[in-house]
């Protein structure tokens, strides 16, 4: 692990292999360990890098409110800071794939690839903001351990709730030691997230979109419509997966990405 000290903050990330730059953004409300099984089996080939988001695993933050323009903002300052100077393939799950729309809109210089893991487009509804903005409060008050219960059956498919309690064991273990103030400010950006889905067509970089079979939380129809208004989109179902599908089947998805990425080289040239 690197530890790097940026403006007004600590952050803590993995940055192994050498080869092409590939960044991976992790969920809510996780840290960089979800991807261990992308890191280790991808940096034989390309230059992993998976950080902390501000305010999340060993990273730090002060902030009551963290947009997904700040991560996007940090994760640019993050590889201006190991003096990436070639455009990343950015890796984003669920509201890493919230940052990741960011990270386009605002640093497209800096991008050439997207991989989309079991995420949405749309804004939160009224109602859906409020239930984040009161979650806030509670985590705030009773701590993170509250989530588990609520979270982690959307978060793993049956099969895996079943057949790998490792993992399941493990997400909960993350989940129950994250830092409540990160949690909270992450909750509190999330519900004031932007609706992005007229942007999709403008998304002009080689995109793949990869969907657990029974995601709960991003289904698959709502993926493939993504999909569908994305220019330059692959779309992959990660069969008996859920939402946390580079997690529960990591050599399917490792398959997805790395074919992904040599095909949209050799067409690009990239």
């Known amino acids: 692990m690197k530890t790097l000290a940026i403006a007004d903050t600590k952050f ?41 988001l501000r305010g999340f695993g060993e990273s730090e933050s002060s902030l009551e409110v963290v947009s997904m323009e700040r991560y996007a903002d ?31 809109k605002r640093h497209a210089r800096k991008l050439d690839k997207l991989i989309l893991c079991d995420t949405r487009a749309v804004a939160d509804s009224t109602e859906a903001a409020l239930a984040r903005r009161e979650l806030a409060k509670d985590v705030l008050a009773q701590g993170t ?43 509190r950006g999330m519900a004031d997230r932007p609706d992005v889905t007229h942007w999709l067509r403008q998304i002009r970089v080689p995109t793949l979109v ?43 998805v490792n398959r997805a990405i790395r074919d992904f990425l040599r095909e949209a080289q050799t067409e690009t040239g990239s």
């Not at 993995?14 to 979800?34: C, I, T, Y």
């Not at 179902?237 to 089947?249: F, K, Q, R, S």
């Open 12 to 52: 803590h990330l993995v940055d192994q292999g050498s080869g092409p730059p590939l960044l991976f953004v992790h969920g809510f409300p996780l840290d960089h360990q979800m991807w261990l099984g992308q890191i280790d089996a991808l940096a034989d080939e390309y230059r992993v890098l998976a950080p902390d």
């Open 74 to 104: 940090d994760l640019a300052s993050i590889l201006d800071a190991l003096e990436v100077d070639q455009p990343v393939s950015l890796c984003g799950l669920s509201m890493g794939g919230y940052v990741a729309w960011q990270f386009w």
């Open 145 to 187: 351990s509250m989530l588990v219960e609520a979270m982690i059956p959307k978060l793993f498919s049956s099969k895996s709730r079943e057949k790998k309690p490792d993992i399941v064991e493990a997400t909960s273990a993350v989940i129950q030691k994250a830092n409540r103030m990160g949690v909270a400010a992450a909750l």
């Open 210 to 252: 990869v969907c657990g079979e029974e995601d709960a939380i991003s289904v698959v129809s709502e993926m493939g419509e993504i999909a569908d208004q994305l220019p330059q989109a692959t779309f992959t179902v990660v069969p008996d997966c859920g939402h946390m599908a580079p997690l529960e089947d990591p050599a399917f």
